[in-house]
């Protein structure tokens, strides 16, 4: 997949308005602008052919110097209705369809412009116009393009699970100069309340230098060298979970300073783990009222569930404290379920099925925009659930939250397996390449970026039917496996099994085990897929052949590096991938200046901490280990690391223990959800 460089407008001084006189001062400033090229995942195959487009979605921010009343605003000329209508762009969220109020800018406050458009201009000129009351002639401003030297490159505000507030920001910056680059301060710009979302007021810088007191830089000394990472842990004190701008100022090394900014809802960031369609008809009540079913998903790690308020089940004054599964559904009204009682037990909304196929038309992005838009001044996180990466740009930066959702053996997709060369002239119709599952998932991510994104996971379904003449119709164990690590691998911060019904787990009780050891090492691993961001992929062949996918997920405290087996082959007469044993190998990791001081490295799964052969030569390590489909390693400078996630294991182990209840691995039980599953429908 071709990564295009992110782009950076009008952060430079020379950036002046021009049509009013020069001592008239501008109502308005352009004060920076976030720009994500349209990427394209190489190496899936289509039936169609990818639009011939080089598209980008857009956000401009901009600060009113007094108060500013809006008229029509027009980009290059056009107004974005007019754009929307000519299909030069996907969507917008201009003032065309703002309230009055909405129009209404406060001095000192600042708003965003959005749009997706289908074709950018990268290399020229383009020019923004407003029509503001009270202004005798229309005010331009000129956004010369430039590609910026770094990005933001990870945001996320971790909190609590049963927080309403997150209290800390954490950000990523990649430095793509040839230069060091050190990082100066940051700053939030806050609505004052939730009505009046579009207007943003900047807060207080933060210092990054020096020795400031609220935040953390890595590395201490906030210098990032060329071509790494670095970043900070802020202390914000209790955030609103509200739309916001960041800007993180960086200084390069000839003095000049810049900014880089993201526009993204405040959202506590916590790992859920959803076990999809959890509740169905079960004799006179649902499956989320039978104990064992509740049991068994709490074993698997499970957390939350695309269910709202469930009679029966999250008004009982027992199963719910005991089980508790938070909320992933269209959650209306919304005076209901945006109570700060009920806001820790919200995953996020999640209504519009999949917009791009849409029960077979597909939902206009803009029209999904204005489905989405009641949201925006409530404390909701909002999803869009991706499909078919050909064309999932044309959605990208609708939601807070981004998912999608393909499965790599015995589904439906929108992509054509009999058209993959992987393995030569063998071509299956029943499967595709796993490792496809990383390539969406960096597509996603980096349309997405520095917003966190998440990701439907192929799990036990009694639902599908048989494709391409294979019988089983779900993922063996270690084809499960292989489809969540890749996207593991590439830094999502929350993973949805589709689809762990009962009669799904029924239907497939090897999966149970499996299931619950991914759960176990997400669960173990989780603080570092919050706090951290992609650092390094690549994709590895030996002898002409493809062998390793190497990635890398870096956090303040450890680098997760992960290499997972490329060497797998379709069975031509069971139709399942099949996985060699253990092989040895060698591989080489780089890492950030900011985790240079390694003191312990360790091979990590659901049993523990393993041992394993390492040399370190300053930014490098390279390890030697014998290895079986999945492997992830933990670099750390920190010395009491290893022992810290052995007694977190442990208390998982006995969690899992606990309920008393192991369909996988006891008959007696398992016989009990089976029976049960007789009378689900």
Known sequence: MKIIAALLFGLLAGLAPVGLAAADPSPLRLAGCRVAPHVRAEAMRYRRPRPDTDGALVRLFLLAERDVHLGEVRWNGRTATERLNDGTWYWHDFPDHWSPDERRIPAGTGFALTFNAVEWPADSTTELTFDIDGETAPLRLSVPCVEAPARLEALTFPGREDEVHPIRMIFHVTNGSDHPMRLVSCRLHLPDDGRTWRHLRPGPGIALRGNPGNARPFPVNGIIPPHDQGGAVVETGPLPLAHAVVEVTLEDHEGHRFSLWAHQRIKREWFDISGGWVSSKLGGGSTLAFE??????????????????????????????????????????????????????????????EPQYGGGRPVPPMEVFQQLLPYAT???????????????????????????????????????????????????????PLETIGDMCRSLREMSRPAPTAIWSQGAHAGWDRYGGRLRTSPTPDELRLQAYHALATRITSLYWFNLSLKSLVK??????????????????????????????????????????????????????????????????????RFGPARPARFEFRLPAYLRGVVDVFRIDADGAHEVSHTIDGARITLEDRIHKVAVYVATPEAGLRLELERKRRDLLAGERAWGFDPAGNDADFSILAAAAGSDR
């Open 378 to 432: 409530s404390r909701l996180t909002t999803t869009v659930t991706h499909s078919e990466e050909r064309i999932w740009a044309a959605y990208m930066g609708l939601c807070d939250y981004p998912h999608y959702d393909a499965y790599r053996v015995t589904a439906p997709s929108p992509d054509s397996w009999g058209s993959y060369e992987r393995w030569g002239e063998q071509r299956i119709r029943w499967g595709a």
């Open 292 to 353: 064992p079913y509740l049991k068994t998903l709490k074993r698997l790690h499970v957390n939350t569930g695309h269910i709202a308020d469930t009679p029966g089940f999250t008004d009982h004054p027992d199963l719910y404290t005991r089980y508790p599964l938070k909320y992933f559904n269209k959650l209306q009204p919304l005076d209901h379920y945006d109570r700060d009682a009920l806001l820790p037990r919200i995953h996020a909304v999640e209504f519009l099925g």
């Open 508 to 577: 497939f009780r090897d999966l149970l085990d499996e299931i619950t050891r991914v759960g176990r090492e997400i669960r173990l691993l989780d603080e570092f897929y919050v706090s951290g961001a992609p650092f390094e992929y690549r994709r590895i062949s030996e002898n002409g052949h493809l062998a390793w996918d190497l990635s890398s997920v870096v956090s303040p405290r450890a680098a997760l590096l992960f290499a997972l087996d490329l060497d797998y082959t379709p069975d031509p007469v069971e139709k399942v991938f």
